[in-house]
């Protein structure tokens, strides 16, 4: 959820923006979980938010900070990693000389 957050907000946006940029990904999220990771990634230092006003309505804006970035970029290679090795596994059985024991 950590990093599907933060490849989203790599463009500012607002709570419902992101909620539902989340689950037009595949990745639908309730509120009760959005807005608490929002508030720990910001009190981490990987988000920034602002309130501004908008069609008339307060609303908070959210986006990466230099850390975020940088930590979005470490771990999208470690996730590419981990994908590769799950791939080379999958595509790969048995080839550990155990015959499958």
Same mark, same amino acid.
């Given at each position: 959820?950590?990093?599907?957050?933060?490849?989203?907000?790599?463009? +500012?946006?607002?709570?419902?923006?992101?909620?539902?940029?989340?689950?037009?990904?595949?990745?639908?999220?309730?509120?009760?979980?959005?807005?608490?990771?929002?508030?720990?990634? +910001?009190?981490?230092?990987?988000?920034?938010?602002?309130?501004?006003? +908008?069609?008339?309505?307060?609303?908070?804006?959210?986006?990466?900070?230099?850390?975020?970035?940088?930590?979005?970029?470490?771990?999208?290679?470690?996730?590419?990693?981990?994908?590769?090795?799950?791939?080379?596994?999958?595509?790969?059985?048995?080839?550990?000389?155990?015959?499958?024991?």
């Amino acid at each position: 959820m950590i990093l599907a957050v933060l490849a989203a907000l790599r463009t +500012e946006q607002y709570g419902y923006t992101l909620r539902k940029r989340l689950e037009d990904g595949g990745m639908p999220v309730d509120e009760g979980t959005l807005y608490p990771l929002l508030r720990r990634l +910001e009190s981490q230092g990987l988000l920034e938010s602002q309130w501004r006003e +908008e069609d008339k309505r307060k609303k908070r804006f959210y986006r990466l900070t230099q850390s975020g970035t940088e930590i979005f970029a470490r771990l999208m290679t470690e996730w590419q990693s981990i994908g590769e090795a799950v791939a080379h596994l999958h595509t790969d059985p048995g080839e550990s000389g155990h015959g499958g024991q």
